[in-house]
């Protein structure tokens, strides 16, 4: 069955710092969504991407679709301390429909 | 009621014993499903409805079921828990429109000793 792999796992990032999170999927997708969970929070829908190869930005936060659409990158530019929290990827097979979610990546930001 | 709500917020529960998550939506979203966060595992789909009175398995399903009598409910029971379905139980919804995001519940924290 489908599998989606986010790596990192964790990353720690001094305040400024830039930031990716990188998603990949053993088959093709239709689209791939991007959430976030605050510590003690819920998931939260940021994005979601459709087409090969698209990009879209939010601020200093840019996704990317790849030409393959089997893998997603998250980008943040100068992380602040707001931007704490885990990122999750949740792909939808171009096959059976099931949509899958990474295991995320717990992003900490040191003041 | 706004948005999506669930009950109860966090329970400890004996081994064994049956219990039952509560859902409800009111943005009159087709479509539902029951989530389970584990550390380094993500969330992982237990079941899923796409419209009321019809449900359907996802990834984990075993040792739970649903119900969907109507749009706005959608609770999960455990009709005999046991301490590995110890979790974060979140429930979301869906309205089907362009985007198909998922809007997610505050979450049960759910531990069976």
């Known amino acids: 069955g489908q599998q989606v792999m986010q790596i990192p796992q964790y990353q720690h990032v001094q305040e400024g710092e830039d930031f990716t999170t990188y998603c990949n999927s053993s088959?093709?997708?239709?689209?791939i969504q991007w959430y976030k969970q605050r510590p003690g929070g819920h998931p939260v829908f940021l994005i979601q991407l459709v087409k090969s190869g698209e990009v879209k930005k939010q601020k200093r936060l840019t996704f990317q679709f790849g030409e393959a659409k089997k893998n997603s990158s998250l980008h943040i530019t100068a992380t602040q301390t707001t931007d704490v929290g885990t990122y999750f990827c949740?792909?939808?097979?171009?096959?059976?429909?099931?949509?899958?979610f990474g295991a995320g990546t717990r992003l900490t930001v040191k003041p | 009621i706004a948005g999506i709500t669930q009950a109860p917020t966090s329970q400890i529960l004996a081994a064994g014993r049956r219990m039952t998550l509560r859902c409800t939506q009111d943005m009159r979203h087709n479509a539902m499903y029951w989530y389970r966060q584990d550390l380094g595992l993500g969330l992982r789909l237990i079941h899923y409805s796409n419209t009321a009175g019809t449900t359907g398995k996802g990834e984990v399903p075993d040792g739970y079921s649903v119900s969907r009598a109507n749009t706005d409910d959608f609770p999960l029971t455990l009709a005999s828990a046991v301490p590995s379905q110890t979790s974060v139980y979140f429930c979301a919804s869906s309205g089907g429109d362009y985007y198909n995001e998922q809007f997610f519940g505050p979450g049960t924290r759910l531990t069976v000793l």
């Open positions: 949740a792909g939808t097979s171009l096959t059976d429909n099931d949509m899958r």
């Open positions: 088959t093709t997708l239709s689209n």
